[in-house]
């Protein structure tokens, strides 16, 4: 399957962050340990919840499948642009091009949804904690995950789709490092108003979507905390839900900002996408990490776990 056009292009040009060889240089050392980073960060999570049974809630479920999607969203993306640092010649084919487009909405569609569905958890754990385990149920918290990569991979299709709908006949040069639609429509010679009317009521039903319920979540949440005589409650509570609060803001501030607003300069534009598909994977792990007690005791525990199995 492939895109439709008049001159048989058969692979794009990416502009990518630099033409400097000595700042692409810096720049493949900086993106190589971010990704490491995000390797080891979410991987470490993934197998610190899976194997420490105190992890078997619900909101380190949420947690887990968050770490996947990060996962799967840096790998989409910084790979191709780590390999492009080191090359003089920046090109990306018609099919690598539609698996990023594909990757680039499956993923933040499903990161959106998870962050959705952990305010529920942390509005159903602060506002109402005797019915917690009632309200959270194991069927409700794998019906979300469900849903989220469910509605993740619908919004992906519909994207796709759109791509490969498009004609394109001279231009071939992305001015991004990477397969983004709104780098990519310009470049179509057919009439694209309706594929830019589809992508954006895609993005806002999604989005909006997705951090209404947050909104809401979040209102019942600070109401609750409001409430509670004791500085230590209050401290205890807001504790529990800051980790996820930090991420919202990143992940939907910058996202937003990316697919909302109008273009913005190609600074601003990759400094964008680079802080909601690069830097915020990377710091979803250590953001959970650092902020949660659980997480640290049970980094700790499964360590002397593996030295133990190990010496």
Not at 281 to 298: D, F, G, H, Q, R
């Amino acid at each position: 399957m492939a895109l439709r056009n008049h001159s048989s292009i058969t692979e794009f040009i990416l502009i990518g962050l630099s033409d400097d060889p000595c700042i692409e240089a810096l720049l493949s050392v900086l993106f190589l340990v971010i990704y490491l980073l995000t390797l080891m960060g979410n991987l470490m999570l993934l197998l610190v919840i899976r194997t420490d049974s105190h992890l078997h809630t619900p909101m380190y479920f949420f947690l887990s499948n968050l770490s996947l999607v990060d996962l799967c969203f840096s790998s989409a993306t910084v790979p191709k642009l780590l390999k492009d640092l080191l090359s003089e010649k920046k090109t990306i084919s018609v099919e690598g091009c539609l698996a990023q487009v594909f990757f680039m909405f499956i993923a933040p569609g499903t990161e959106a949804c998870l962050l959705s569905a952990m305010a529920y958890d942390r509005y159903a754990a602060i506002c109402h904690p005797l019915l917690y385990g009632q309200v959270m149920s194991n069927q409700l918290c794998v019906r979300l995950v469900l849903i989220s990569w469910g509605l993740g991979s619908l919004d992906a299709v519909i994207i796709v789709l759109l791509a490969i709908n498009l004609d394109f006949c001279d231009a071939q040069t992305i001015h991004h490092y990477t397969c983004e639609l709104p780098s990519l429509l310009p470049l179509s010679c057919s009439d694209i108003s309706i594929n830019i009317y589809i992508l954006t009521c895609s993005i806002l039903l999604h989005g909006f979507g997705t951090f209404l319920p947050i909104i809401f979540s979040y209102a019942h949440i600070v109401s609750t905390i409001l409430s509670i005589s004791s500085t230590t409650g209050k401290s205890k509570a807001f504790s529990t839900c800051s980790s996820h609060l930090i991420a919202v803001i990143l992940f939907f501030g910058s996202g937003m900002l990316r697919y909302l607003m109008p273009p913005s300069g190609f600074f601003l534009d990759l400094l964008f996408s680079i802080q909601y598909s690069v830097i915020t994977p990377m710091l979803n792990p250590l953001i959970y990490s650092l902020k949660s007690n659980e997480v640290k005791t049970a980094v700790k525990r499964t360590v002397r776990i593996y030295l133990q199995y190990f010496t």
